[in-house]
Nanobody
């Protein structure tokens, strides 16, 4: 069974930092795309940052210069380093991975979500 497990959320004060991790496990062949998304109650899920297999990254305007997405292909793991956090960054953060399993079947995986709360 393939799955995506997130970790690293929690409570942090404004201006603080957190690092989220997202690990794919199971019969993973390759991961071509990883992304982080967030959602608050009553709002649609929005893209925060994405990274392609070649390393090309994209960021939402609201997090540019503060968040950094990265990945370790050998470990099938993605990261989101979040600095200078603001109260408006409070949300449930979800990781997404797209790729293929060892039988070359298409995979689109979502993590379970991890809550990030920015508050004093």
């Amino acid at each position: 069974q393939v799955q995506l497990v997130e970790s690293g959320g929690g409570l942090v004060q404004p201006g603080g930092s957190l690092r989220l991790s997202c690990a794919a496990s199971g019969s993973i062949g390759s991961i071509s795309f990883m992304g982080w998304y967030r959602q608050t109650p009553g709002k649609e899920r929005e893209s925060v940052a994405t990274i392609a297999s070649g390393g090309t990254t994209n960021y939402a305007n609201s997090v540019k210069g503060r968040f950094t997405i990265s990945r370790d292909n050998a470990k099938n793991t993605g990261y989101l380093q979040m600095n200078s956090l603001k109260p408006e960054d409070t949300a449930v953060y979800y990781c997404k991975a797209v790729g293929r399993d060892r039988s070359f079947r298409y995979l689109e995986l979502w993590g379970q979500g991890t809550l990030v709360t920015v508050s004093s």
